[in-house]
């Protein structure tokens, strides 16, 4: 993340999700760069205390 360069880490919720999304895909890190990257882009709806914690130390 800028301006520094931090790396922010996100890792998968231990509990089973909401929903199941079809992915015309296989490749895993290509599905946790899109997740990534779909969380990011609404990063103002972001709740989880650990990842507002590492944006805002960021800001």
Not at 4 to 23: E, H, I, K, M, N
């Given at each position: 993340?800028e301006?520094?360069?931090?790396?922010?880490?996100?890792?998968?919720?231990?509990?089973?999700?909401?929903?199941?999304?079809?992915?015309?895909f296989?490749?895993?890190?290509?599905?946790?760069?899109?997740?990534?990257?779909?969380?990011?882009?609404?990063?103002?709806?972001?709740t989880?205390?650990s990842?507002?914690?590492?944006?805002?130390?960021g800001?």
């Amino acid at each position: 993340m800028e301006p520094d360069g931090a790396y922010l880490c996100v890792v998968p919720a231990r509990r089973p999700g909401q929903g199941q999304v079809f992915l015309p895909f296989e490749d895993e890190r290509l599905s946790l760069i899109l997740s990534k990257a779909f969380l990011l882009a609404a990063d103002a709806g972001i709740t989880d205390e650990s990842i507002r914690a590492q944006i805002e130390r960021g800001a």
